[in-house]
C-alpha cells in the first residue's frame, strides 16, 4: 500500500493482462517440457541456483544453493539431483517439499545476464550412490533434493542488464554495513541490551571459523 493510500490493487490475471498486454510468442514457446541440450549446458557451467518453494499453507521461501560448477547432477532429461549441504538446519526448503512438492529454480552463472528457469515437483531422497558422486572434501550430503522437471526455460538479460549485478564497478563495500553476526545479534538483542563489542567479536570469529570448517 502506498503512503497515502492511492494504490490500485490487480485483482485477476483478466485485469493484468489488460494493464500489460499479450505474451510475446517466443515467450510463450520457448518453455520446454525436458532439458534439452542447452538447458543440460547451463545447468553443468552453473555454480550457483535459487530455488523457490512453499509450504501446505503456502507459505513461500526461497533459498540460495551453491557449489563448484556442475553441482546439480544431470540424471536425465527430466530428472535432477541437488545435494544439501551443512547450514544452519532450520530446513526451510525441504520441510516445505515435505508438504508440497511444487519447487521452481533459478540457475545463475557468473558473467552470464542470461539465467535457465526450471519448474517441476521435488521429493526429499537418500541415494548412496548420488551422495557419493557429490562428495567435496570426502565428505558426501545426508540427503538430496531430486527434482521431477515439468518445464525449462532460458530468461532473458533485462534483470540482470538493469541492476549491473556483475559490473564490478558496481560492486558495493561490505563494510559499508555490518557484519551478518553483528546485525543477527542486534536483531535478536532484548530491548535495550545491544550486544557488546565482545560479543560481536565472537561472534564475527564463529562465523568466519564456520565458514572454513563447516562448509562440507
Known sequence: MSAN??????????KLRDIMGPTMDIAIHKSRPKLDEHCKE???RSPFLCIGTASA??????????????????IDDNHLFLPDRPGNNRLDTMSNITENANVGLLFMIPGFNDT???????????????????????????????IEVNEAFLHCAKAFTRSSLWDPTKYQKRQDMPSLAHMIL???????KPPTATEIKDADEFVEDNYKTGLY
Open 5 to 14: 493510500g492511492s494504490a490500485r490493487v490487480v485483482e485477476n490475471e483478466a
Open 42 to 44: 547451463f545447468i553443468r
Open 57 to 74: 499453507q503456502g507459505k513461500a521461501d526461497v533459498s540460495p544453493r551453491g557449489d563448484p560448477a556442475g553441482f546439480v547432477q544431470i
Open 116 to 146: 535457465l528457469r526450471v519448474n517441476g515437483k521435488a521429493r526429499i531422497v537418500q541415494d548412496d550412490s548420488l551422495a557419493d558422486k557429490a562428495k567435496i572434501r570426502g565428505k558426501a550430503p545426508k540427503v538430496g533434493i531430486m
Open 186 to 192: 542486534e536483531q535478536v538483542a532484548p530491548p535495550g
